[in-house]
């Protein structure tokens, strides 16, 4: 297929048509060669192909408020493949964009992904970047994304991982965050697992600004073999800070679920809480939906897809 080809399939496997609107900033990417980009005043993207993956920086200039939300598609079509990002993200001073990214390995007997970001939001500035994951039936993909990411004072800045569709395979999340006065982190990430499905999130939060916030949110479904793992860290350490760490999980089968909920507070004004729940379906959930009609697995579908479905 030429370049033109793999775009189009690259959306035709998550769903969607090519990105045509002119006013619509896109990238797209199959393994570590770039297909296509387009720009908008105020952001600017630089990619460079490596002999073993691609480096991307991303810039958004000072005061820049992109309207539209950018679309970025990443993936690896055949069975086999590796795909690895270093990607450089700078919001400078007031800026603002949400990025809506697809990764795609509808095929996968044997890809790798990796994803490796270092993310630094600028003064007063708004970032928004939802991950959505497209996989087939087989599984034979192992995600490894990582990220350190800093907020400087009043930035903001809210992830959403969700991984829904197909089987996952192996996925290795990491993400640590330094929020500074003033500042907004919200990170969330939905999981499915099933079959042999392994999936391990660690999110982790310095809260080191006074009156800086932050949220950490899980959501997992874990049926037959699969397992998940899913450690949460979050340190308050100036006046103000305020935090929370959610985790539910639902467990089918012959799943199993750990969550580790670590908070930490190192100031006499500052506030964390945490809550974390682990188990089958609810039962009064379950008896309400079945009364109405639905068989005990369609129900408990329904209470899974609840649990899963985006907050945004």
Do not use: W
């Not at 033109?4 to 769903?15: F, H, M, P, T, W």
């Not at 660690?202 to 049926?223: P, S």
Request: hydrophobic share 40%.
């Amino acid at each position: 297929m030429d370049r033109q080809e793999l775009v189009r399939a690259l959306y035709e496997s998550i769903g969607e048509e090519c990105v045509t609107a002119g006013d619509v900033a896109h990238v797209e990417v199959h393994g570590n060669e770039v297909l296509g980009l387009h720009l908008v005043p105020g952001l600017e993207v630089e990619a460079e192909e490596q002999d073993e993956g691609l480096d991307v920086s991303v810039v958004v200039r000072k005061g820049a408020r992109i309207e539209q939300p950018v679309r970025i598609c990443f993936g690896v079509l055949p069975e086999s493949g590796i795909q690895r990002i270093d990607m450089t993200t700078r919001m400078e001073d007031d800026s603002r964009v949400a990025i809506l990214a697809s990764c795609t390995f509808p095929n996968a007997v044997d890809v790798l992904h990796t994803m490796d970001a270092e993310i630094t939001i600028g003064r007063g500035a708004e970032y928004v970047y939802l991950e959505r994951h497209v996989h087939g039936e087989e599984g034979g993909v192992r995600v490894v994304p990582k990220a350190t990411i800093t907020l400087e004072e009043g930035a903001s800045f809210r992830t959403d991982f969700e991984l829904v569709r197909g089987s996952v395979g192996e996925i290795d999340f990491d993400y640590a965050a330094t929020c500074h006065t003033g500042s907004v982190l919200e990170m969330a990430a939905r999981v499915s697992a099933r079959g042999d499905d392994r999936v391990r999130i660690h999110e982790k939060a310095d809260l080191v600004g006074e009156g800086a916030r932050g949220v950490l949110t899980t959501n997992i479904a874990v049926r037959d073999t699969a397992q998940a793992d899913i450690r949460n860290t979050l340190t308050a350490s100036a006046p103000g800070a305020r935090g929370h760490v959610d985790c539910k999980e639902i467990v089918q089968g012959e799943a199993v679920a750990k969550a580790v909920p670590i908070v930490e507070v190192r100031h006499p004004k500052a506030h964390v809480t945490h809550e974390a729940a682990i188990g089958s379906v609810d039962s009064k959930q379950l008896e309400t939906l079945m009364t109405r009609g639905l068989s005990e697995d369609d129900a408990t579908e329904l209470i899974i897809g609840g649990l899963l479905s985006p907050s945004y």
